[in-house]
């Protein structure tokens, strides 16, 4: 396979977009790598080469992007392949969340994606070619899990905007793919990646049983490997007809058949209802 792609990834300081980037190093291609801090990405993947751009970005901020963008671009002459990883977790109860809680959720998950897309479309459609990579989770397709209803729903934005993008850009020929990871073994559970509401409320006992579970019992034993979900994403960028919808461990693709038996199930059951509604 061709390893002379140029990747642009977001919130690559730590967890799937950290060994992503270690990843594509490691097999030579080029990684501009973007994280709130630069200096954590030095610490993680060294100074800037050939090869590699650590990049301070503010994901909100739409000049920021814009200008993280343009020296990535300066710096590697284009971007290939976008892989949207930035975001957090929030796990509390929709009742319990403050209204500044779930939309600084969106915010990043949701708003801040849309602006890296916004902004690296323009050289994808120069170009006539490239991959956008969408990270979003199992529960941006399953979101039957009490206390993840603000953090499923940015992942359902994701997924549902993923679908128009790669319609809207296929005659370009550039691609999008939904990524919909289960759990894999990172620090997304640890508390500087998954927020807890400022004001629970002790009646939401299934909320705080799935805290608890995620917290100590979940964290550090998921069965995902990172390293391979990043072989994964390599072995996609180069498939000439790449999935828009893409599952990643056997967790999330048991979930993504259950729902769909569901769905399935539900659609016959209320059939006669569903058909009977025309004029």
């Given at each position: 396979?061709e390893n002379?792609?140029v990747w642009?990834i977001?919130?690559?300081s730590?967890?799937?977009g950290?060994?992503l ?11 501009a ?7 954590s ?7 800037t ?9 503010d ?11 343009d020296?990535a ?11 949207n990883?930035?975001g ?11 209204d500044a809680?779930a ?10 994606l849309l602006?890296?897309i916004?902004n690296?479309?323009p050289?994808?459609?120069?170009n006539q ?5 969408n ?16 953090y ?18 296929k005659?370009?020929?550039v ?9 894999f073994r990172?620090?997304?559970l640890?508390?500087?990646?998954l927020?807890l ?5 002790p009646?939401?006992?299934e909320?705080r ?11 550090e ?5 990172p ?6 994403l ?11 919808h893409?599952?990643?461990?056997e967790d999330?693709?048991?979930m993504?058949?259950?729902?769909i ?5 539900e659609?016959?059951g209320?059939?006669s209802?569903s058909?009977?509604?025309?004029f």
């Open positions: 396979m002379n792609k642009f977001t919130g690559a730590k967890g799937l950290l060994e980037a270690k990843k594509l190093l490691a097999e030579g291609y080029k990684v790598a973007t994280s709130r801090n630069e200096s990405l030095i610490e993680a993947l060294g100074n080469s050939d090869s590699f751009l650590p990049l301070e970005m994901l909100i901020n739409e000049e920021s992007v814009k200008k993280a963008i020296k671009v300066n710096h590697f002459k284009t971007i290939d392949v976008l892989v990883n930035a957090y977790g929030l796990l509390g109860a929709l009742e319990e969340l403050t809680e939309r600084k959720n969106y915010e990043v998950n949701v708003f801040g602006n890296v916004r690296t479309m050289i994808l459609r120069a070619s490239g991959h956008i990579f990270i979003s989770s199992v529960g941006g397709y399953y979101g039957e899990f009490p206390g993840w209803g603000i499923c729903s940015t992942k359902f934005a994701v997924a549902g905007l993923t679908e128009s993008l790669a319609a809207e850009v005659s370009f020929g691609h999008a793919t939904i990524v919909y990871p289960g759990y990172t620090d997304f640890k508390d500087s990646s927020l509401p400022q004001n629970p409320i009646d939401y006992k909320v049983q799935s805290e608890n579970a995620h917290k100590e019992d979940i964290n034993n998921q069965p995902g490997d390293v391979k979900l990043a072989e994964a390599i072995k996609a960028s180069h498939d000439q007809n790449p999935p828009l893409l599952f990643l461990g999330a693709y048991n993504a058949n259950q729902k038996a569901s769905v399935q199930k659609l016959e209320w059939k209802v058909i009977s509604t025309g």
